[in-house]
C-alpha cells in the first residue's frame, strides 16, 4: 500500500509539474498568436417541413442575426449562456434585452455563475423587468454531498415568441471574427422543444423564482429533434447518440469538436467504423484555449492513424461542436467529446437528418480542412519523445475531463 501510495504521489507531482510547464508555454504563445480572419462559406437556409434552419459558421453574422430577433420579438425572450463577456458584444445583448423587456416582453435569462466568475458584478446585474438565474451548482450547503450537482451549465440557446430558436457552440463575447464556432438558427414549430428545455431548465434550478407558466405546444418530428444532458436525473442521451450514429455508418463521418477526449466506449466506435471502411475524418483545433485539453487530445492521435482516421489540426481556435454522417445525419450543438460534456454538464444539442443540411455541413468542414494541416501516421510518430512522455503523464486525466 505504501508503495502503491507513494508511485501515485509521483504520478501526481509529474502531473503538476507538466501542466505548470504547459500553461507558462501557452502564455508564451498566446502573447504571438496572431488571431485573423479564417475561411467560412455563406450557407443558405435550408427548409426541413415547416421549418427553416440556417447554419451559422462566422460569430459576426450570428450575432447580428440574434439581436435582430430579440428587437423583434412580441411575446417573451429566453437566452441561455455559459459565458457572457462585459464586452462590446455582451453589453449589446444585455441592452437589446432590457429595452425589449421595458416595451413589455418577458425576457428571461440564464447564465452560468462559475463560467462568468471574472465578468464584473455590475454586469450581471438587470432592472427588474429582466428576470435573472445565476445558475449555481448548489443553492444549500448539503448540495455539496452530491456529486450530480457539480454540473455547469455548459447550454447556449436564444428563444424568441417560441417560433426563432438559436443553438450551438458561440457563447457571448469576443468571438464574433476570431473563433470557429457552429450555430444553429430554426425557425418554425421545432423551436418549441428549445423552449420547453428552456422553461424546464429554470422551472428545476431557479429557487425562490417565479415560474415560467408560458406554454409553446410541441410537435413530434423525427427528422428534427433535441437532445439533452441532465445530470441530475442521471441521463446522458447525446453521448449515446453518437454512438448509435456512428455505428450505423456506411460511408463517410466528418466531426469537428474543440475538445476530443472521448472515452472508451465511443472512441471505439470511431475506430471501429474506420476499420471496417468508413472514411472518418476528425477536425480539432490544434492550439485551444485549454492546453491540457489539446495535449490529451493528442493522445489519441496514434490509435486514430493506426485505424485510419484522418485527423486533421484546425489553425485558428475552433470551437464548434458538430458531426455529419453518409451525408445524411448531422448533429450541431454545445456538447464537446469529453467527459464533462458526455456526464457531466447541462448539455444541449440539435439531431437533424436532412441531406440538404448535411450537404451543407460537409461543405463547410472541407471548407475548414483548408486551414487545417493533415497529419501523416510517419509525421505523428516521429515527434519529439518529450511529446510521448508529456502525454504518457496526462493520459489518467481524461477519467477527470
Known amino acids: 500500500m505504501r508503495t502503491l501510495l507513494a508511485l ?44 427553416r434552419l440556417r447554419v451559422y459558421d462566422y460569430g459576426r453574422d450570428l450575432y447580428d442575426a440574434m439581436l435582430t430577433s430579440i428587437d423583434a420579438a412580441q411575446e417573451s425572450v429566453y437566452l441561455e449562456t455559459y459565458i457572457w463577456k462585459d464586452d462590446e458584444v455582451g453589453r449589446a445583448f444585455k441592452e437589446a434585452l432590457v429595452r425589449r423587456a421595458a416595451q413589455g416582453v418577458e425576457v428571461y435569462v440564464v447564465f452560468d455563475s462559475f463560467g462568468n466568475l471574472v465578468v464584473p458584478r455590475a454586469f450581471k446585474v438587470f432592472p427588474e423587468t429582466v428576470h435573472v438565474l445565476s445558475y449555481k451548482i448548489a443553492s444549500r450547503p448539503w448540495h455539496l454531498l452530491d456529486l450530480r450537482r457539480y454540473a455547469l451549465d455548459h447550454r447556449k440557446l436564444l428563444i424568441v415568441d417560441g417560433v426563432t430558436s438559436f443553438v450551438g457552440g458561440y457563447n457571448l463575447g469576443p468571438y464574433a471574427t476570431t473563433w470557429r464556432d457552429t450555430h444553429l438558427r430554426i425557425v ?13 431548465f429554470w422551472n428545476r434550478h431557479g429557487p425562490g423564482l417565479a415560474p415560467i407558466t408560458r406554454h409553446y405546444p410541441r410537435r413530434f418530428d423525427a427528422r428534427i429533434s433535441f437532445r439533452g444532458t441532465d445530470a ?47 472514411e472518418v475524418q476528425v477536425l480539432v483545433p490544434w492550439i485551444s484555449n485549454h492546453v491540457v485539453v ?100 496526462l493520459s489518467p486525466l481524461r477519467a477527470l475531463l
Not at 418554425?188 to 424546464?200: E, K, M, N, Y
Not at 466531426?255 to 474506420?274: E, K, R
Open 232 to 278: 441530475m436525473r442521471l441521463t446522458f442521451p447525446i453521448r449515446d447518440m453518437y454512438i448509435v450514429a456512428i455505428d450505423r455508418a456506411e460511408r463517410s463521418i466528418r466531426l469537428s469538436n474543440a475538445y476530443f477526449v472521448p472515452d472508451g466506449i465511443l472512441f471505439a466506435a470511431l475506430t471501429a467504423a474506420a476499420e471496417r471502411g468508413v
Open 8 to 51: 501515485t504521489g509521483v504520478l501526481a507531482a509529474l502531473q503538476a509539474v507538466t501542466v505548470i510547464i504547459l500553461q507558462v508555454v501557452s502564455e508564451q504563445r498566446k502573447r504571438h498568436r496572431h488571431e485573423g480572419s479564417y475561411p467560412h462559406p455563406s450557407l443558405n437556409e435550408v427548409d426541413i417541413g415547416e421549418n
Open 294 to 393: 489539446d495535449w490529451l487530445t493528442r493522445g489519441y492521435f496514434t490509435d486514430c492513424l493506426r485505424a485510419g482516421i484522418r485527423v486533421f489540426g484546425y489553425q485558428h481556435m475552433l470551437h464548434a461542436k458538430t458531426c455529419t454522417i453518409d451525408g445524411v445525419w448531422s448533429t450541431i450543438g454545445t456538447a464537446n467529446l469529453d467527459r464533462l460534456s458526455s456526464v457531466g454538464n447541462y448539455e444541449i444539442t440539435a439531431e437533424v437528418e436532412s441531406e440538404a443540411l448535411a450537404q451543407q455541413m460537409e461543405e463547410l468542414f472541407s471548407c475548414d480542412t483548408t486551414n487545417a494541416v493533415e497529419l501523416t501516421r510517419e509525421q505523428w510518430m516521429g515527434r519529439p519523445w518529450y511529446s510521448k512522455v508529456g502525454e504518457a503523464i
Open 188 to 200: 418554425g414549430p421545432a423551436t418549441a422543444d428549445l423552449a420547453q428545455s428552456f422553461i424546464g
